[in-house]
């Protein structure tokens, strides 16, 4: 138990130490430092501190990534995953290849699991928890997407598939299910932005249905942060853009190191 207890509070420290303030987490590694007589080496604030300070604490080298490309992806949908891939790497004259100036985030069905620090926690939190949009088996019928990042601009885009088991009216994508999309987008987005955050609120205006099957684009961008405060707009379009299927506002506040265990 006590082992289990302080690799749990070492997979916190390390998922989240760059987000900590330095006083939190001197107290905490003082506390994991003073129970240590089973012989456990931790490892100091300042190597801890080293190997996380990645603001995205995934890493594309993982089981299954889920927002790679698969058969069940349209042509549309494929068109605009190259589309925004080709602007993550550029190629100089020379033949050197560049960092562009978008991201794509790998996706993972568990949330804790591939993170950096959180196998450990995966498993004593909920081993059985899927993340909810990638937890359909069956490609395509699902929540199919990939998300992009720009750093620069603090802008983010979503390529999204809405698959057969979404339909809310006949033939078209239901409100939750759209609501899970633009949650998930600007969720990540915030967390990408400002570290662990919980979605506070979300206002939605549905503009115009979404077909089933088709593609959309799921846009977010920053609006303005105020304290521990990540304001957040977003809009659904068509692929051309020409057609607002959704508009939102999310407020995202940040969260501290206890916050999801109820201390
Ligand atoms: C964790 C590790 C992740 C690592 C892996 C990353 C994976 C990345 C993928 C993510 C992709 C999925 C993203 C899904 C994201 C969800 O779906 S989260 C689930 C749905 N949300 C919830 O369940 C949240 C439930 N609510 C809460 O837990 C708490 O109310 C909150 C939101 C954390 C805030 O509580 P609090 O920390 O005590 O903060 P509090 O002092 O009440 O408020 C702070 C400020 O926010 C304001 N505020 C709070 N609530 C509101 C509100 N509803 N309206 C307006 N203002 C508000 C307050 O007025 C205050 O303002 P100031 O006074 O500072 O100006």
């Known amino acids: ?15 989240m130490s760059n987000k900590l303030s330095d006083s939190l987490h001197r107290n905490i590694m003082k506390h994991l430092n003073g129970n240590t ?22 890493t594309p080298s993982q089981p299954r990534d ?3 490309p698969n058969a069940s992806w349209s042509s549309e949908m494929q068109r605009l995953y190259e589309h925004y891939n080709n ?29 950096t620090g959180g196998q450990c926690l995966s498993k004593l939190l909920q081993g ?5 949009t990638r937890n359909i088996e069956e490609q395509g019928a699902g929540f199919e997407y990939v998300v992009f990042i720009n750093k620069q601009e603090k802008t983010c885009v979503c390529v999204f598939q809405a698959g057969h088991l979404l339909e809310g009216p006949p033939g078209h994508v239901h409100g939750g299910a759209i609501a899970t999309i633009i949650d998930s987008v600007t969720g990540t987005h915030a967390t990408y932005l400002s570290g662990p955050v919980m979605t506070a609120n979300l206002t939605i205006n549905y503009r115009s249905p979404i077909p089933l ?25 068509n692929t ?17 190191v206890g916050h999801l265990l109820g201390l």
């Open 1 to 15: 138990m006590l082992r289990q207890g302080l690799l749990m509070a070492r997979g916190l420290c390390q998922l």
């Open 37 to 58: 007589r089973s012989g456990y080496a931790w490892t100091s604030l300042q190597n801890i501190r080293a190997v996380t300070m990645s603001p995205w604490p995934f």
């Open 66 to 68: 889920y927002s790679l």
């Open 87 to 115: 602007m993550c790497e550029m190629e100089t004259e020379g033949g050197k290849k560049i960092k562009g100036a978008w991201r794509r985030l790998p996706s993972y069905n568990r949330s804790l699991k591939y993170a």
């Open 128 to 132: 059985k928890a899927r993340i909810f």
């Open 213 to 237: 099957g088709s593609v959309v684009l799921v846009h977010s961008s920053l609006d303005k942060t105020e304290g521990r405060k990540t304001f957040l707009s977003c809009q659904v379009t």
């Open 240 to 256: 051309d853009g020409s057609k607002m299927h959704t508009e939102a506002t999310g407020l995202f506040v940040s969260i501290g």
